[in-house]
């Protein structure tokens, strides 16, 4: 099993910045993708961004060029930093952990990020 504990969320005005950290415990492999997904009231959960534990990244296009997602391997945890913030942003955040050899995916407990206008 892999425990994740997201940290960061909050209320921002429009314009402004965020960082999301999401720790990872337990059964942590090497090889594995992380990353953040989002779910708005009424919507369908979404992506946001991934990155690979070798930094290949991935990002929706709602969020290329506002948002940037990194990582630390040697502590298992990955960030999200958001800036720009718009209030389509407003959700929650879910904490992403794939495991690429058993293939399974893991989630946090969510983070609301409210961002007002």
């Known amino acids: 099993q892999v425990q994740l504990v997201e940290s960061g969320g909050g209320l921002v005005q429009a314009g402004g910045s ?3 950290s999401c720790v990872a ?3 942590v ?3 594995n993708t992380m990353g953040w997904y989002r779910q708005a009231p009424g919507n369908q959960r979404e992506l946001v961004a991934t990155i690979t534990s070798t930094g290949s990244k ?3 296009d709602s969020v290329k060029g506002r ?3 990194s990582r630390d391997n040697a502590k298992n945890t990955v960030f999200l930093q958001m800036n720009s913030l718009k209030p389509e942003d407003t959700a929650v ?3 992403y952990y794939w495991r690429t050899v058993t293939r399974t995916s893991y989630w946090g407990q969510g983070t609301q990020v ?3 206008s």
């Open 29 to 31: 492999g090497s090889a």
């Open 58 to 60: 991935k990002y929706a």
């Open 18 to 20: 965020l960082r999301l």
């Open 25 to 27: 415990s337990g059964s």
């Open 114 to 116: 409210t961002v007002s």
């Open 93 to 95: 955040y879910y904490c």
């Open 67 to 69: 948002f940037t997602i």
